[in-house]
C-alpha cells in the first residue's frame, strides 16, 4: 500500500469534506484578513452538494497511511482558454499537521496522473505559499513543460499554470 492515496470521496464521507472545507475556507479567509462567518455562506448554501451533482466535478480524499490529510476537487471544463476539455484543481487543501512531508507533491502526482488531458491549476494572487508550491510541483511533474499566465481580470486575480500530461507524458517520480 502507497503512504499517500487519492480516494473518490463518496457521498456518505460528506461530513468529512465539509469539516476539510471549513478548514480550507478558514484558511484562506485568515489570508485576506477576512472573517471567517463572511466565508460560511460558501459552505452551507449548497456549495457542498454540487461536488456529487455535477458528473463533471470529483471530490477526491487525500489519505496517508489511512487517515484523511486533505482534500481535492478536479473539474473537468469545457470552457476554459485551451480548446477542448480541460482538467481544473479548484481546490486543494492538506491539514496543516501533513504539510512539509511531500504528502501534498505526492497526491498532486496521483491526481495529475489518474485524470491524463490538459491543465490548469489557479492560486490565488494573495496566496504565495499556494504559489510557490504548485511552481514547484508543476515543475517537477512536467520537467519544466508548462505555461504560466498572471491572469488579473474579474473572473480571475493571479497566476494559472498550463500543461498536457497526455501529450508526451512525463516520466513521473511519485516519491518526494
Keep these: 500500500m502507497q503512504a499517500v492515496e487519492i480516494k473518490v470521496a463518496t457521498h456518505e464521507q460528506k461530513p468529512v469534506m465539509k469539516w476539510l472545507l471549513e478548514l480550507y475556507v478558514e484558511e484562506f479567509a485568515q489570508m485576506k484578513g477576512e472573517q471567517v462567518a463572511q466565508k460560511q455562506a460558501f459552505i ?6 454540487l461536488f456529487w451533482k455535477k458528473p463533471e466535478w470529483v471530490p477526491l480524499l487525500v489519505c496517508y497511511h489511512d487517515k484523511v490529510a486533505g482534500f481535492a ?15 481544473i484543481l479548484p ?9 512539509r512531508q511531500g504528502i501534498g507533491k505526492q497526491a ?6 489518474k485524470f491524463p488531458g490538459k491543465w490548469e491549476v489557479k492560486e490565488s494572487d494573495f496566496n504565495a505559499s499556494g504559489q510557490a508550491f504548485w511552481r514547484k510541483v508543476i515543475r517537477e511533474y512536467t520537467g519544466d513543460r508548462f505555461t504560466e499566465n498572471i491572469v ?6 493571479g497566476p494559472i499554470q498550463s500543461f498536457d500530461n497526455d501529450r508526451d507524458r512525463p516520466q513521473v517520480r511519485a516519491e518526494p
Design 73 to 87: 476537487l478536479v473539474v473537468s471544463d469545457e470552457f476554459s482558454h485551451h480548446r477542448g476539455i480541460v482538467r
Design 91 to 99: 481546490e486543494f487543501f492538506i491539514l496543516k499537521r501533513y504539510r
Design 152 to 157: 488579473h481580470n474579474p473572473d480571475w486575480q
Design 108 to 113: 498532486a502526482f496521483q491526481i495529475f496522473e
Design 44 to 49: 452551507d448554501d449548497g456549495y457542498l452538494d
